[in-house]
């Protein structure tokens, strides 16, 4: 449902709908990752696309820690703290620890007809940044 091809079809439908999410970009302060992403890709970027980049971080440090890639499950159950796109990444036993919900809302927006925003009025719902951006 978050997605942008879901609001340009369902427009009206979606008004004041609440969705939860991994990641929004605006519940991250000081991330450079949305705005970095936007300049290249030139839109918006979506919370599929923030955990592709944040796993591939993680892939690409474990791998610099064990070039063999059969090795490459144990480097990942190591605790391995990496800033993503959705602030610090950490696992405990081969999970990621601390994962994080936000709830969003489908708002009108002016200029591009209906977009999906943080929702103010939901309680902690700002992400936890990384020190190291």
């Known amino acids: 449902m978050y997605t942008d091809e879901i609001l340009s079809q369902a427009k009206e439908a979606l008004k004041n709908m609440v969705l939860v999410t991994p990641w929004h970009p605006d519940a991250f302060a000081n991330n450079p990752f949305p705005l970095k992403a936007e300049q290249m890709w030139k839109r918006k970027v979506n919370w599929r696309s923030a955990m592709a980049y ?76 990384c020190n190291n951006q």
């Open 54 to 129: 944040d796993a591939t971080k993680i892939i690409i440090e474990g791998l610099k820690r064990n070039t063999n890639r059969k090795e490459l499950g144990k480097e990942l159950h190591k605790n391995i703290p990496i800033c993503g796109a959705t602030g610090e990444i950490s696992f405990q036993s081969g999970e990621r620890r601390q994962q994080q919900a936000f709830i969003i809302k489908v708002v009108e927006d002016n200029d591009t007809g209906y977009d999906f925003i943080l929702d103010s009025t939901a309680e902690n719902n700002s992400g936890k940044s």
